[in-house]
């Protein structure tokens, strides 16, 4: 009974960082049932994912820039422009991939440093500098396309970025060998980093849960991580998409967890002005943050156009909204100062699962919008109600 109540406070406690989760596992059971379990069958899941790829990257960039009291919406045209500059140097110039790819990156983190500098610098509100961009980012692919409309990418290196799978060293029991070997490690690493974290926070007497109630975390999150894993490699294994966005979880997870420049961001994010009394450097830090949702809309739009394998007029369309809606569902607060990598990625696969579950049940795209619109009003509402409960 003790262990009960422990695991009710913990629920009540964490209901932000945990409702999301519950949200999928329910939304995923739903959909397994209403499509007579074609939905977690293993080629869907590898599709989900993949097709959530380009959208998780952007929500963790925009994550960031809601963390710290900002807007970006220039963010999925800036994608679509930079998909259509990689086909047009890899078709017309035929440049090589390992060259293609740094310079996309390259003039990401530009693009982004320029909505940084007039936000940070000139003191432009970051809606209409952002705004601006959008129309200049759309214009821009415009004029990329405009020859043809649509740029065909017949280049099987890039394209497996978007559509291939990690190499099978070999097969056992008809399931790929190397993602068995990286999800258990995957596993193993999350399982080491809970049990390290755990003895720091004894060590500085910071409160932490029961060892009964600690194991079940471990062995609830390694059973969902095993389960996911089982699946892709009874499928094509791991994607090189799904790869990208678990580096990308992982070099953000660290940077904002970590580092000096991750608890500056979400120091700013809570409050800009005591922020700046303490010595942090608001405009720096609003600068590196519009910087780094450049590299990942360039990121973003490498995923895309590999995926689609050709660069379109409307890439990128709307992609800053499903970015925005994966962030607010994942848990970022509209006030500022509150959000996880993790959180955001989970707010895309969400929305992602939403989408292809509705698709299997033959939902049209009227009312697809309007559920999804529903989801994000109740993800605001849900931040809203635990701000009021908390103060």
């Known amino acids: 009974m003790k262990y009960i109540n422990e695991l009710k406070g913990l629920l009540k406690h964490n209901i932000r960082d945990y409702g999301m989760y519950i949200a999928l596992i329910v939304i995923m059971i739903t959909f397994q049932i209403l499509t007579n379990g074609l939905f977690m069958s ?51 110039f035929n440049m090589p991939v390992f060259i293609v790819i740094p310079i996309i990156l390259i003039l990401g983190i530009c693009a982004g440093s320029a909505t940084g500098f007039l936000v940070a610098k000139v003191g432009i509100p970051a809606f209409v500098a952002t705004l601006a961009g959008w129309l200049i980012y759309r214009g821009a692919i415009l004029l990329a396309t405009e020859k043809t409309g649509t740029i065909i990418v017949d280049n099987d290196a890039f394209n497996a970025i978007g ?12 399931f790929h060998l190397l993602t068995l070997l990286v999800g258990l490690t995957g596993i193993l690493f999350y399982i080491y980093s809970a049990i390290k974290n ?15 109630i600690f194991v079940l975390q471990l062995l609830f999150v390694s059973g969902i991580m095993g389960y996911i894993t089982w699946l892709l490699a009874g499928y094509n294994g791991f994607s090189w998409t799904v790869m990208i966005i678990l580096l990308v979880v992982l070099v953000y997870h660290f940077i904002t967890t970590k580092t000096v420049i991750g608890r500056h961001i979400y120091s ?4 800009p002005e005591a922020a700046h009394l303490t010595g942090i450097n608001v405009s720096k830090i609003t600068f590196l943050v519009f910087g780094s949702m450049g590299m990942l809309s360039a990121l973003s739009g490498i995923l895309f156009t590999a995926r689609l394998q050709s660069a379109t007029t409307t890439a990128g369309t709307l992609f800053e909204l499903d970015a925005i809606a994966a962030a607010f569902v994942g848990g970022v607060s509209a006030a500022g100062g509150v959000g996880k990598v993790t959180g955001a990625v989970i707010g895309a696969i969400v929305m992602a699962t939403l989408t292809n579950g509705m698709n299997l049940l033959g939902v049209g795209i009227a009312p697809q919008y309007m559920i999804r619109g529903g989801v994000l009003a109740l993800a605001v509402i849900f931040d809203v109600m635990t701000r009021k409960q908390r103060a």
């Open 198 to 212: 755990r003895k720091n926070k004894i060590k500085y007497e910071f409160d932490v849960v029961s060892k009964p």
């Open 42 to 92: 293993s080629r869907n899941i590898s599709n989900l994912l993949d097709s959530a790829g380009y959208i998780a990257v952007l929500a963790v960039g925009v994550m960031l820039v809601i963390v710290i009291r900002h807007i970006d919406l220039s963010i999925g045209f800036l994608a679509g422009f930079l998909g259509a500059v990689a086909a047009i140097l890899l078709m017309q």
């Open 163 to 174: 559509n291939g799978y990690i190499p099978s060293i070999a097969e056992v029991g008809g």
């Open 268 to 271: 700013v994010g809570s409050n």
